[in-house]
Nanobody, 120 residues
Framework: QVQLVESGGGTVQAGGSLRLTCTAS??????MGWFRQAPGKEREGVAS????????NYADAVRGRFTISRGAAQTTIYLQMNDLKPEDTGTYYC???????????????WGQGTQVTVSS
């Protein structure tokens, strides 16, 4: 069974940075991404990447502040989060996707999530 494991979450002050890492137990296809879920809100797509060439797609709320990238193998992706804001607080989930669209209906596999808390 495919496993996706996230790491790198934590608590930072507004304006700070965090880097999340997701490692898959095997190659899951050509697309991976990040989602997040704030308390009391629906899970939303953050960013996705075509792991073969590194082309990326971002939600408007994070474009210009977050950067998704891939490791040397197609089993690891990263999410560099800069200029964090309190509204970025939530549980961040890694996902293997069927395509570049970072929407829940496009997810093949989910990770367990890692908590990100941004204090004001």
């Amino acid at each position: 069974q495919v496993q996706l494991v996230e790491s790198g979450g934590g608590t930072v002050q507004a304006g700070g940075s965090l880097r999340l890492t997701c490692t898959a137990s095997e190659i899951t296809g050509n697309y991976m991404g990040w989602f997040r879920q704030a308390p009391g809100k629906e899970r939303e797509g953050v960013a996705s990447i075509y792991t073969r060439v590194g082309s990326a797609n971002y939600a408007d709320a994070v474009r210009g502040r977050f950067t998704i990238s891939r490791g040397a193998a197609q089993t690891t992706i990263y999410l560099q989060m800069n200029d964090l804001k309190p509204e970025d607080t939530g549980t961040y989930y890694c996902a293997a996707l069927h395509g570049i669209a970072v929407i829940s209906t496009n997810v093949k596999y989910w990770g367990q999530g890692t908590q990100v808390t941004v204090s004001s």
